[in-house]
């Protein structure tokens, strides 16, 4: 039998990716200010997932500081546009200057508004969604998801270790729509770092 490393969480803290200066900047200020970032290690998670999968056009659903949405417009092929949805008109006008300092601005729309009525008058097609807002609104965006994402698209969800999230949990599990796996995870630097994600894929 395989021995286990030792100590595997401070042994994996060490793996945390490197990030640029502006990166660093909104994690001091998402720590200072408490606001809510993905952090590096999920960061370069979904840098690693639209980069994979070929993602032209992705729809992120939260925006808070822009932290997240730069990792997925950094990751698209020429001509790719990240749309992203954010209700605090601060944090979007804070968010559209990131993407600024970033080089990202003719990559990423921010549209302001309540999430689930910004989706319900949507009709673009999506290769992937991001899905990151209050975690009750989880259940009631899972119809929204399926309608703008495209068969075959991919759907990455954070936080769906929060108790809000258990609705959502147990509706992509059941559904025939979707074939969806729950990770249990060890994520440094994200908040909080024992979380859980979930992956799924728009099968019909």
């Given at each position: 039998?395989?021995?286990?490393?030792?100590?595997?969480?401070?042994?994996?803290?060490?793996?945390?990716?490197?990030?640029?200066?502006?990166?660093?900047?909104?994690e001091?200020?998402?720590?200072?200010?408490?606001?809510?970032?993905?952090?590096?290690?999920v960061?370069?998670?979904?840098?690693?997932?639209?980069?994979?999968?070929?993602?032209?056009?992705?729809?992120?659903?939260?925006?808070?500081?822009?932290?997240?949405?730069?990792?997925?417009?950094?990751?698209?092929?020429?001509g790719?546009?990240?749309?992203?949805?954010?209700?605090?008109?601060?944090?979007?006008?804070?968010?559209?200057?990131?993407?600024?300092?970033?080089?990202?601005?003719?990559?990423?729309?921010?549209?302001?508004?309540?999430?689930?009525?910004?989706?319900?008058?949507?009709?673009?097609?999506?290769?992937?969604?991001?899905?990151?807002?209050?975690?009750?609104?989880?259940?009631?965006?899972?119809?929204?998801?399926?309608?703008?994402?495209?068969?075959?698209?991919?759907?990455?969800?954070?936080?769906?270790?929060?108790?809000?999230?258990?609705?959502?949990?147990?509706?992509?599990?059941?559904?025939?729509?979707?074939?969806?796996?729950?990770?249990?995870?060890?994520?440094?630097?994200?908040s909080?770092?024992?979380?859980?994600?979930?992956?799924?894929?728009?099968?019909?």
């Amino acid at each position: 039998m395989s021995v286990m490393i030792p100590e595997m969480e401070d042994y994996f803290r060490g793996f945390i990716p490197p990030r640029d200066a502006l990166l660093l900047e909104l994690e001091e200020e998402a720590a200072r200010e408490s606001i809510p970032i993905v952090g590096p290690v999920v960061g370069e998670f979904l840098y690693i997932l639209a980069r994979a999968t070929g993602a032209k056009k992705i729809l992120e659903l939260g925006t808070a500081s822009g932290y997240s949405a730069i990792y997925l417009a950094r990751a698209l092929p020429d001509g790719g546009k990240v749309i992203t949805l954010e209700l605090n008109p601060d944090m979007a006008s804070r968010a559209r200057a990131n993407f600024l300092k970033a080089g990202l601005a003719s990559r990423v729309k921010v549209r302001e508004g309540q999430a689930l009525e910004s989706m319900a008058a949507m009709t673009e097609t999506f290769d992937l969604i991001f899905l990151d807002i209050d975690k009750e609104s989880y259940a009631p965006a899972l119809p929204h998801c399926r309608r703008l994402l495209k068969l075959g698209g991919l759907l990455l969800v954070d936080n769906v270790g929060f108790a809000g999230a258990d609705a959502f949990n147990r509706e992509i599990f059941a559904a025939k729509s979707w074939r969806a796996v729950h990770l249990l995870s060890f994520l440094p630097q994200h908040s909080p770092e024992k979380d859980a994600l979930t992956l799924a894929v728009r099968v019909e």
